[in-house]
C-alpha cells in the first residue's frame, strides 16, 4: 500500500466506537456506577428533609405560643432563602447530575491507562491515527456515557419525587442542563485523560481520582449554596465548576436564580471544556508514546 | 532482493534515565527478505524495532522505510508498515472480527475493504469461524495468528514481528511459521524479525543481526556467520589404525584439525559436506576403509556464544515489561 493522505478525523469514529461497545456490553458496570448517586438521592436527599425539620410543628416557647402557620411562614422563607427552593429533595436530585458526570468523567483517564497496560495503545500508536484522535475518542465516549447515567439519575430522581418548576420552556430547560453537563464532561475527562496520558500505574490514577472526587464534590454547590460556605471555601467554590452546572441546570430545570448570571456560567464552562481539551490534544502529540 | 527497504544509520536510543538501550546502529535490510534480529533480553531489540515502527522517538540518528524517515513523516511510514507487537494488543472484551476491522479504519481504509480483506485474511490464518467470539476466549496461538493478522489489514510493505512465537509450545510455533511464511509469498512483503528462537532465525532467517549491549556484533546469513566461528566436524570410524590416516587428513586443503577422540577420528572442516568425498577418498588412498562417518554442522547457537559471550540469559527487567511479560505468556498457555 503506498502512503496516500488521510483525513485528520480518521479512526475517531472506530475508536470511539470500540470504547462504547466495552461499556454498553457490560450493563453491571453501568449499573453499579449508578448506585452511589442513587443512594445520595434515595438517603441523603430523602433523610435530609429541611422542609419537615422547619415545618413540622408549632413551638413552644414559654409564655409566648407561636402558631404553626407563622412557623411554616418562616421556614418557607428561610429555605427559599437559603437553597432558592422550598424543596431540598429537588434541589439535591438536580445537584446529583453533575456529581454523576464528574465520576464519570473521572474514570476516562483509567482507560488510557489500561490500554497502555493490556497492549491495545501500543498497537494503537503504530497505526497511522492521529494522537490527538486517540484522546478525543475517549473524551467523546466518556460524554456520551455521562450522559446517559445523568439521564438515569433524573428519571429516578423524577421517581423519588423531583419536581419541576422550569426557569424557561421546557424543552428549552433540558436543552441548557444537558449542554452545561456536557461541557462539564468535556472538560473533566479531557483533564482526567491529561492527568493519566504518561502514566503506567492504574494505582495511580485510581489515587487520584479517590483524592480529588470528594473534595470537588463537597466545594461545589451540589449540596448546600455558597452562600452558606465559610469565607475561605467561597472562591474554591466559585472556580469549581461543578459550581457553574448546578447553577445552570438549577436554573433551568427548578426555576432557582443562579447566584452567577447563567452567560458568565455558561462561558465559564465553554472555557473550562475548550481549554482542557486544547490542553489534552496538544500534550498528547507530545507525550502520548510508549 | 538487492533493493533496499530499510536504511538505518548511527540509529541511538537514550532513555530519559540516561540509559544508552540503542548506540549507533547502522544496517541495511532488503526487499522481500526475512531479517532476523537476535540479542539476550535487554539487548535493545525491542527498543530498536520500537523506533523503526515509529512507536519511539530515536535520540540521534536515522532509519528511513520505504524511502520515509521515521523522525520526519512517522505517520507515512505507519501506513505502509504492519507491526506484531510481542504483547498481544487485541482488545480483549471485542470479537476478533471487532479487532481485526477497528484496526482497518484506523488505517483510514474505506469500509468495504477492511470487510473484505478481514475476511480473507481470518480465512487465511484460520480464525473465520471463531471471528464472533470475544478474544478473552481464544488459545494463546490464535490470538497470535489474530495479531498477525491484524498487522496484515494494510498490505504493510514490511511487517515487524516482536517475538511472534513467544510462549508458543513447538507445534503451534510451527504452525505460526507456515503462515507467516504463507502470508509472506502472498503479500510479497520484508520481515523485520525479532526472536529468542536461534532454531527459528536459523531456519526462517534470511540474514540475522545480533545485537548486545546497544550494539550490533555481526550481521550475515545464518550460513556464513556459522562459518566464521567455527567449523564442521566430520567423525569417522576406520577399519585399521588412527596414525596411518592422519597424515593424509592433514593435509587436504578443506580440514583444520584433526584429532582422534574415543576411537572416532574427529574432523574439523570447512563446509563439511563439499570436504566428506574428499576425507573418504583419502582414506581409501592409504588402504583403509570408513566404517561409520557422521557430520555435526554447528547450530546458530554457537555463533551467538560466540559473539555475546553466553547463551540466551535472562536479565532483570522493568515491574511493566516483566507485568507484560508474564501476561502474554499466561494468555499464550491458556
Redesign the interface.
Known amino acids: 500500500?503506498?502512503?496516500?493522505r488521510?483525513?485528520p478525523l480518521?479512526?475517531l469514529?472506530?475508536?470511539t466506537?470500540?470504547e462504547l461497545?466495552?461499556w454498553y456490553?457490560?450493563p453491571v458496570i453501568l449499573l453499579l456506577s449508578l448506585v452511589q448517586p442513587i443512594l445520595w438521592i434515595g438517603i441523603f436527599g430523602k433523610a435530609m428533609n429541611f422542609a419537615n425539620m422547619f415545618q413540622s410543628a408549632s413551638l413552644e416557647i414559654p409564655g409566648l405560643t407561636i402558631p404553626k402557620q407563622i412557623i411554616d411562614e418562616i421556614g418557607s422563607l428561610v429555605l427559599k432563602q437559603t437553597f432558592g427552593t422550598t424543596d431540598y429533595f429537588s434541589f439535591l436530585a438536580v445537584g446529583m447530575l453533575s456529581f454523576i458526570v464528574l465520576f464519570t468523567s473521572m474514570s476516562s483517564g483509567m482507560t488510557i491507562v489500561w490500554d497502555r497496560?493490556?497492549?491495545?495503545l501500543?498497537?494503537?500508536?503504530?497505526?497511522?491515527?492521529?494522537r490527538g484522535s486517540i484522546i478525543v475518542s475517549k473524551v467523546i465516549a466518556s460524554i456520551v456515557k455521562s450522559l446517559v447515567q445523568a439521564t438515569i439519575i433524573l428519571l429516578i430522581g423524577v421517581l423519588l419525587g423531583l419536581r419541576f418548576s422550569f426557569g424557561i420552556i421546557a424543552p428549552v430547560a433540558f436543552l441548557l442542563t444537558y449542554l452545561s453537563l456536557f461541557l462539564l464532561s468535556f472538560g473533566f475527562s479531557s483533564l482526567f485523560l491529561m492527568l493519566a496520558l504518561r502514566s503506567?500505574r492504574w494505582e495511580t490514577q485510581m489515587a487520584i481520582m479517590n483524592l480529588l472526587n470528594m473534595p470537588l464534590l463537597f466545594s461545589s454547590n451540589s449540596f448546600y449554596p455558597i452562600s452558606s460556605m465559610p469565607w475561605w471555601l467561597k472562591p474554591v467554590a466559585l472556580a469549581n465548576p461543578l459550581t457553574y452546572a448546578n447553577a445552570v441546570s438549577r436554573w433551568a430545570l427548578l426555576g432557582i436564580t443562579p447566584s452567577a448570571s447563567l452567560l458568565l456560567s455558561l462561558t465559564y464552562l465553554v472555557t473550562f471544556a475548550v481549554t482542557f481539551t486544547a490542553l489534552g490534544i496538544t500534550l498528547s502529540w507530545r507525550y502520548l508514546?510508549? | 532482493m538487492t533493493e533496499e527497504i530499510i536504511n538505518v544509520n548511527g540509529l541511538t536510543k537514550i532513555y530519559s534515565g540516561g540509559v544508552l538501550a540503542v548506540d549507533h546502529i547502522s544496517f541495511k535490510v532488503y526487499e522481500g527478505e526475512i531479517f532476523a534480529l537476535l540479542g539476550p533480553n535487554g539487548a535493545g531489540k525491542s527498543t530498536t524495532i520500537?523506533m523503526l515502527?515509529?512507536?519511539?522517538?530515536p535520540t540521534e540518528g536515522e532509519a528511513v522505510i520505504a524511502g520515509?524517515s521515521v523522525k520526519d513523516e512517522p505517520?507515512?511510514v505507519?501506513?505502509?508498515?504492519g507491526?506484531v507487537?510481542q504483547?498481544?494488543?487485541?482488545?480483549?472484551?471485542?470479537t476478533g472480527w471487532?479487532n481485526i476491522?477497528?484496526?482497518g479504519?484506523?488505517?483510514?481504509l474505506p469500509k468495504e475493504v477492511v470487510k473484505q480483506r478481514a475476511i480473507e485474511l481470518l480465512q487465511t490464518v484460520g480464525l473465520y469461524n471463531v471471528k464472533d467470539k470475544k478474544v478473552e476466549t481464544y488459545s494463546g496461538g490464535m490470538r497470535r495468528r489474530l495479531e498477525i493478522s491484524?498487522g496484515l489489514i494494510?498490505?504493510?510493505?514490511v511487517l515487524?514481528l516482536d517475538e511472534p512465537t513467544l510462549g508458543l509450545d513447538v507445534q503451534t510455533r510451527a504452525a505460526i511459521w507456515e503462515y507467516i511464511l504463507r502470508l509472506k509469498k502472498d503479500y510479497n512483503m520484508t520481515i523485520f524479525l525479532t526472536t529468542h528462537y536461534l532454531e527459528e532465525a536459523d531456519a526462517y532467517g534470511d540474514r540475522v543481526a545480533i545485537i548486545d549491549h546497544g550494539k550490533i556484533l555481526v550481521i550475515g546469513k545464518p550460513d556464513e556467520l556459522k562459518r566464521s566461528v567455527t567449523w564442521d566436524t566430520i567423525s569417522i570410524e576406520i577399519t585399521g589404525s588412527y596414525d596411518s590416516v592422519k597424515q593424509v587428513l592433514s593435509t587436504l586443503p578443506q580440514v583444520k584439525e584433526v584429532n582422534f577422540i574415543d576411537g572416532q577420528i574427529m574432523i574439523k572442516v570447512v563446509d563439511g559436506p563439499t570436504a566428506i568425498p574428499g576425507v573418504v577418498s583419502a582414506i581409501n588412498s592409504v588402504g583403509q576403509e570408513v566404517k561409520r562417518l557422521s557430520l555435526n554442522r554447528p547450530s546458530l547457537d554457537e555463533v551467538y556464544m560466540y559473539y555475546t559471550g553466553k547463551s540466551m540469559r535472562d536479565e532483570s527487567m522493568s515491574k511493566?515489561e516483566a507485568?507484560?511479560l508474564r501476561?502474554t505468556l499466561r494468555r499464550a498457555r491458556s
Open positions: 500500500m503506498s502512503y496516500k488521510l483525513s480518521h479512526g469514529w472506530a475508536l466506537n470500540r461497545k466495552k456490553k457490560e497496560r493490556l497492549g491495545f501500543g498497537k494503537l500508536l503504530t497505526t497511522p491515527v492521529p503506567t508514546s510508549l | 520500537g515502527n515509529t512507536s519511539l522517538k520515509y505517520s507515512k505507519r501506513s505502509i508498515i507491526v507487537p504483547e498481544f494488543s487485541a482488545d480483549e472484551d471485542l471487532e476491522t477497528l484496526i479504519y484506523l488505517y483510514g491484524m494494510n498490505r504493510p510493505k515487524f511493566e507485568f507484560a501476561r
